[in-house]
């Protein structure tokens, strides 16, 4: 079973996918993952594309056409070297973002033309999540939980319009994909975010 976990900035995936991982461990081989990442080559792409853009002076732009190709160059090599290999042994696979990610981020936040997201989905990924949740916390709340983590990545930066698109996005797609993608509200505490995961999931397997 190929599971992701989608969402704006500070919405709790990693504390919801850490409880998940250990609860289905106990009877289940599970795979945990993440993207941009997951295999050495594609954690050096994460590396590019997450690292803090600088003054325009001091450092080259990065266009949103090479951001877009970074990601499903990393998502290729994903893809080929751990999420189906493991899904081929019958294990669980957790990833943290997958396709839903580049739909709402380069899309919906960057105004990229969804056809050419479309155009590399169904071309570089054989594989679309049998179930994706997607943890909904207003933006404001997300970004403040980000800061308080520590230093800001290239697309914690961003500005407040460019999170409230991406949020948008989520939302268009969770609508147009209600057999798929999962809404959690994720102002709730990590306890009750767990419990309904973590049933949905044993309701599904």
Excluded at 22 to 29: N, P, Q, R, T
Excluded at 46 to 62: F, G, N, V, Y
Excluded at 170 to 194: G, H, V
Aim: glycine share 4%; with cysteine.
């Amino acid at each position: 079973m190929f599971i992701s976990f989608e969402g704006t900035e500070g919405v709790g995936k990693s504390t919801l996918i850490a409880s998940l991982n250990k609860a289905l461990s106990a009877e289940h081989d599970v795979v945990l993952t993440r993207e941009p990442g997951g295999t050495p080559l594609a954690e050096q792409i994460r590396e590019l594309l997450l690292a803090p853009q600088q003054d325009a002076t001091q450092q080259e732009q990065m266009s949103h056409a090479t951001e877009l190709l970074l990601i499903y160059a990393a998502r290729a090599q994903h893809l080929d070297q751990v999420i189906l290999p493991a899904l081929s042994e019958n294990k669980i696979v957790l990833c943290d973002r997958f396709v839903d990610a580049s739909v709402a981020y380069q899309h919906g936040g960057r105004g990229m033309d969804k056809a050419q997201i479309d155009l590399l989905t169904n071309t570089f990924v054989a594989k679309m999540p049998d179930l994706t949740f997607w943890l909904d916390l207003p933006v404001e709340q997300g970004m403040q939980r980000a800061k308080n983590r520590g230093a800001l990545d290239r697309f914690e930066q961003e500005k407040m319009a460019f999170f409230q698109r991406i949020q948008e996005s989520y939302r268009q797609l969770a609508e147009q994909n209600p057999q798929r993608i999962i809404r959690l509200d994720a102002s709730q505490c990590a306890e009750q975010l767990f419990a309904q995961a973590l049933t949905i999931i044993q309701e599904k397997m």
